[in-house]
């Protein structure tokens, strides 16, 4: 059953509560926290999205940066610089967006849509929070001469080495695939796994797929999300963090000792997913600054004026 993660407290009252399941492993593997279902297989959504990108080194996949390595990972806004690095991405092996499989979107950052909006600019793909991951997935294909029109058949070869990855790296039983909504095939994976994967990432030998995935994500943490998103905020403020957020209220992450942690939230609201991630590293001994302090203390408005606080629950870890 899960517990009850994350409150939101306004006048002082305790307006609604966020509940969840999360799992912290220790460097050894070892469970020290465990709060839920952490051991029932859910869909990471794009905190998956690491794996993906250590397979598609391992399919072959040659990024001519670590930023695009990056944006083979992220879950972008659409800014300007993330279309760039896809349209880059993409120009490598000659294709362009009309080879894009996922859906036609709207920019995710508010100031990139309505630019796109008061242009009447029409829905494109390359606007899409995962066209990165499918231009770098393109590119594989281009370099093993497999077929691009199919790549988001589970059956494709470029999808069975995601599949046996992401097994490789959380140890998760094989189950049942589902749809994730970029198109792509999702893997469901334990948080407890999850977490696991995420400490092999940032513990593997440098040079090596998973070591590569971890530092390219930590050096762009505006290319894998975005102005103002919650892993741009939060791996600069802790030196060495590798964090990735998945839809429908996921975060995973690792420090550079191998310690990880995953989460999901019930209900899937993205609110709750700073201030807890925040307030866990804390428990887990990062340094605190009042900055750390504002991440896990984020603000209920009342008009323009700060009236309360969106704050993991006290004493929950």
């Not at 920019?107 to 995962?130: F, I, K, S, T």
């Not at 066209?131 to 001469?145: F, I, T, Y």
């Not at 957020?245 to 709750?272: C, M, S, Y």
Request: aromatic share 4%.
């Amino acid at each position: 059953m899960s517990v009850e993660l994350v409150e939101v407290v306004r006048s002082g009252f305790r307006e609604c509560v966020h509940r969840g399941s999360l799992v912290v492993l220790a460097p050894d593997g070892t469970a020290s926290v465990e709060l839920g279902e952490v051991h029932t297989p859910i869909y990471p959504r794009s905190s998956n999205k690491p794996m993906q990108a250590v397979a598609l080194l391992r399919a072959g996949f040659v990024p001519r940066s670590t930023e695009e390595l990056a944006i083979a990972s992220a879950s972008h806004e659409g800014e300007a610089a993330h279309v760039e690095l896809v349209e880059r991405l993409l120009g490598h092996t000659g294709l362009d967006e009309r080879r894009l499989l996922c859906p036609p979107d709207l920019p995710g950052n508010e100031q990139a849509r309505a630019e796109v909006l008061a242009a009447r600019a029409p829905r494109r793909p390359v606007y899409m929070n995962c066209s990165g991951k499918h231009a770098a997935m393109l590119a594989a294909c281009v370099a093993n001469d497999w077929p691009l029109d199919t790549y988001l058949d589970p059956a494709h070869p470029l999808q069975q080495i995601v599949i046996e990855t992401i097994a490789d790296l959380t140890g998760e039983p094989e189950t049942e695939l589902g749809i994730d909504g970029c198109g792509l095939p999702i893997v469901p994976v334990s948080l407890t796994n999850l977490a696991r994967a995420f400490g092999r990432l940032v513990t593997a030998d440098p040079g090596t797929p998973e070591r590569s995935v971890a530092d390219a994500i930590r050096a762009h943490p505006h290319v894998i999300s975005g102005t103002g998103r919650d892993d741009a905020r939060l791996m600069p403020a802790v030196p060495g963090l590798l964090c990735k957020a998945g839809a429908d209220g996921v975060h995973a992450g690792a420090l550079p000792d191998g310690t990880a942690f995953a989460f999901k939230i019930d209900d899937g609201h993205e609110r709750a997913r700073l201030p807890l991630t925040a307030a866990l590293l804390h428990r887990l001994g990062v340094g605190w600054s009042e900055d750390h302090a504002a991440l896990a203390s984020q603000p209920v408005l009342g008009g323009s004026n700060r009236v309360g606080t969106i704050r993991a629950v006290p004493g929950v870890f």
